[in-house]
């Protein structure tokens, strides 16, 4: 982590303040709060070449054919990894001089951003439909780079009790910026003043970012950078004495690209050793359950009665200030408890919180039923498909108390488990490591729980969900194998 003390006066609060706030007054730290700013910046591009960017094509009258495709735009996240240890390393000469290497990347990429953005706002999809789309392609390579750099940045710029805080400021202004900014702000301003006024107001909101990147300080890396370096002189001694007839120019300059990719994980293999197994193994398993109930939560509450406008309601007014508070205990019990055990508690309650949705389609059965014993009262038996998603829309705050439930344990969870990715990188290749764990991390959401949809034709949706809770388990043994690493013990 970072090199500052743990107990600096520059960056805590006044004893009497701090005593106030107990644990929560984290969310009082300076180096806390910049994140709203950093999340901010991360969020909106992503939201703008998103969601609202497939909406703006069809306000264009672009074929669904051709809507679809442009949700491979996002695929630079996904892959960001793979040059994520030239943002780790690479010197941009006189930028980095003056900036520092994390600032340097964080400011050059904000500015990538914005010179994309500005014309992509300008121009219109239905006279030049493929720039619009490279324009996104290219914004999406520029926010991924500034993801992985201001990750980096967090994890070295934030000291070990600061971490769990940052993190959920960082999550909580990234949902702002992806889903309030770039959202519900850019189609009220497209419906006020039009599309290329919406999202150059929207764009434009990324000079905070940039003003935030100027005003901070960089990261102490001079130890970790020699470091770097040293392990990078020699990996490519032992690649090339293996190999002695790599003696051209082009076969050191290979040598070299493939050492400087190669280097970072050979050192989280150096580090860790066999127990890299278990770790990877909890890396994707922890938010599992998460993962395979949320591929059909959706579907589900419509399936078992409610409405769409009481879904919108629930999901983006009560589910996302569940996440919200979710995240931000997280900080919270972090900086009373420790990682570990903050771990088991957001662990256990993520695993019950998927046990609701098995409750609310038993409730939503017996309402159907009219076995609930109360407003319902006696059986009905032939109850009409519209008058039983009435009754089951009727009781909105099964779902409200479900949905709240599980957001809050999915954003809880989601902090710590940052934090834990965070835990695993050396100072020496931030970047790079982060980057791959939640790549890693992404296998869950992806390739494991695509056969949801099969499972709960099987078993049915009680059943299910509840199979969606077991899944959690593994996680938990693997929680109890690493919490007797000391690699992970330096705060429990």
Avoid: C
Wanted: hydrophobic residues 55%.
């Amino acid at each position: 982590m970072s090199t500052i003390p743990a107990v600096n006066p520059r960056y805590v609060l006044p004893a009497r303040l701090a005593r106030a706030f107990g644990a929560g007054a984290i969310y009082l730290e300076r180096r806390v709060l910049v994140f709203l700013f950093f999340g901010f910046a991360s969020g909106l591009p992503l939201g703008l070449i998103g969601e609202t960017f497939r909406i703006r094509l069809t306000d264009a009258g672009v074929d669904f054919g051709t809507i679809g495709l442009t949700s491979l735009i996002g695929t630079a996240y996904a892959i960001k990894f793979l040059w994520a240890p030239f943002v780790d390393l690479m010197s941009l000469g006189p930028i980095t001089r003056v900036l520092g290497q994390r600032r340097g990347w964080m400011a050059t990429t904000l500015v990538m951003i914005l010179a994309l953005l500005i014309p992509l706002s300008l121009i219109d999809p239905a006279d030049a439909l493929l720039m619009s789309v490279l324009l996104a392609v290219g914004v999406a390579f520029a926010s991924a780079s500034f993801d992985i750099v201001v990750d980096a940045y967090r994890i070295e710029y934030l000291v070990d009790r600061q971490l769990a805080g940052g993190t959920a400021v960082h999550a909580s202004a990234w949902y702002l910026g992806a889903k309030l900014a770039a959202g519900i702000l850019v189609l009220w301003l497209a419906d006020v003043s039009g599309w290329s006024a919406a999202y150059l107001f929207s764009s434009l909101t990324l000079l905070l970012g940039l003003a935030a990147v100027f005003l901070n300080k960089e990261p102490d890396r001079a130890e970790t950078g020699a470091m770097a370096d040293k392990d990078r002189e020699e990996a490519l001694e032992t690649f090339l004495a293996s190999r002695p007839h790599m003696d051209s120019p082009l076969a050191l300059a290979g040598a070299r690209i493939y050492v400087l990719a190669a280097a970072p994980f050979m050192d989280m293999v150096r580090r860790f050793s066999w127990a890299l197994v278990p770790i990877l193994a909890f890396v994707v398993l922890f938010k599992f359950q998460d993962a395979f109930a949320g591929a059909l939560s959706g579907p589900f509450v419509r399936a078992i009665g409610y409405e769409k406008t009481t879904i919108a309601v629930v999901y983006k007014g009560i589910g996302l200030g569940a996440v919200f508070l979710g995240m931000f205990a997280g900080g919270v019990l972090m900086n009373a408890l420790g990682l570990i055990r903050a771990l088991w508690i957001g662990g256990i309650l993520q695993v019950v919180s998927n046990f609701g949705f098995s409750w609310l389609d038993w409730m939503a059965g017996l309402v159907t039923l009219g076995l609930d014993g109360g407003a319902m009262g006696a059986y009905l038996p032939d109850i009409a498909e519209s008058a039983r998603h009435g009754l089951v829309d009727a009781n909105w705050q099964w779902l409200a108390a479900t949905i709240g439930f599980e957001n809050f344990a999915s954003g809880l969870g989601n902090t710590l488990f940052v934090v834990f990715l965070s835990r695993l990188v050396s100072d020496a290749y931030t970047a790079t490591q982060y980057a791959l764990l939640s790549a890693v991390a992404l296998v869950a959401r992806t390739f494991l729980a695509a056969p949801a949809g099969y499972v709960a034709e099987w078993v049915g949706w009680f059943d299910f969900f509840l199979l969606s809770a077991v899944v959690g388990l593994p996680g938990l043994v693997l929680l109890w194998m690493l919490a007797a690493n000391e690699s992970l013990r330096a705060d429990r």
